[in-house]
């Protein structure tokens, strides 16, 4: 064989090769809250099993919209589906890790975990009821605290997202006129400020914007080192946004009573307890077209939960306990083609 001829046809095998190892990965699409995680467990997965994932983080709306259309192996969100609606659209949930939503902002000076708010100031801000950093309730609260006199520049998400819908149903609980005017969801029909989209266009934003507050998952405002805000929590208490809040807030759910493992973890009780905790969801077809892909998307998970939780935590993300990841197991044999189960393992 010539030498052009014998390096075209090396070339065409190599193309070949991966082509089909990237056939080999499943894919997904969803969620920006997760994606810290779920980007470290992929990386550990392929070096381990050589298998990949390729996740699309474009938020929870548009993770649910692909998996109902079957354009993805497992769509994710945040903001989990109501059991009729999965019921509708023939779909399993289960949930991966829990986190926590934090208010992060850039103020001149200001050092993480400083400012401290409530709540009800939070809403009030988004509502653009209080619109200045140096207004009296924020300064009554942060006593010895500088505080410039400047606009305060509110930053949202402008996609479909179960962080807003997270953020959103922590307000309504906490403010009655929010609840009123706003409601929770995944889009809002902001009053006031400037719009990003994903947890990475807040982050960037914030950073942009001077005197600016935005609302993320708490891996980028680790990961940017931006200054967060403690929230006052239903004990009265301000705890640094971490593990440890994040585990005392999911304490006392009770995920065995919830179809779809659908459950609310803000505003909970408990003295250490971070008020907007949130459990993140995948969502997969109970009846799938391709039942292997299933399996390679539930294998991928299985995994995940045995070996990732190191990696979690290393992001402030919190692990699931052992009981619940057992529920998720049993909930995986309702996943069946031809009338078998698609997951083997437990």
Do not use: C
């Not at 209080?130 to 402008?158: H, M």
């Not at 905790?277 to 991928?300: G, N, Q, R």
């Amino acid at each position: 064989m010539k030498p052009f001829a014998y390096a075209l046809a090396v070339g065409l095998a190599a193309a070949q090769l991966a082509t089909a190892a990237l056939a080999a990965d499943i894919t997904g699409a969803g969620a920006t809250f997760p994606f810290p995680v779920y980007s470290k467990w992929a990386e550990a997965y392929r070096k381990e099993s050589g298998n990949g994932l390729n996740y699309q983080s474009i938020g929870s709306g548009g993770g649910i919209k692909q998996i109902q259309a079957k354009t993805v192996d497992f769509g994710a969100t945040d903001a989990p589906l109501k059991p009729a609606q999965l019921e509708k659209d023939g779909l399993v949930q289960f949930p991966t890790v829990m986190g926590g939503v934090v208010t992060v902002v850039n103020i001149a000076g200001l050092e993480p975990g400083k400012l401290k708010l409530t709540g009800e100031i939070v809403a009030d801000i988004y509502a653009g009821k209080i619109q200045k950093w140096s207004d009296p309730k924020i300064v009554k609260l942060n006593e010895g605290l500088k505080l410039p006199e400047a606009n305060i520049t509110p930053i949202y998400r402008s996609d479909a997202s179960g962080t807003t819908n997270i953020f959103t149903t922590y307000l309504s609980g906490v403010s009655e006129s929010w609840k009123k005017e706003f409601g929770a969801a995944t889009t809002i029909s902001w009053p006031v400020g400037q719009g990003g989209k994903g947890n990475e266009g807040v982050t960037a934003t914030v950073k942009q914007v001077p005197n600016a507050i935005g609302y993320v998952e708490s891996a980028y405002a680790k990961q940017n080192k931006l200054a967060y805000a403690l929230i006052q929590n239903k004990a009265g208490n301000f705890p640094q946004p971490d593990d440890k809040a994040f585990q005392a807030a999911a304490a006392s759910a009770d995920w065995k009573a919830t179809p779809g493992f659908g459950i609310a973890l803000t505003n909970q009780a408990g003295a250490d307890a971070w008020p907007i905790t949130a459990a993140t969801f995948i969502l997969v077809h109970k009846d799938p077209a391709d039942a292997a892909k299933t399996a390679d998307v539930l294998k991928f998970f299985d995994w995940a939960y045995k070996n990732g939780d190191k990696l979690a935590t290393e992001l402030d993300y919190v692990p699931l306990p052992d009981n619940v990841v057992g529920l998720i197991h049993e909930e995986w044999q309702s996943i069946k083609k031809d009338g078998k189960p698609v997951f083997a393992g437990k």
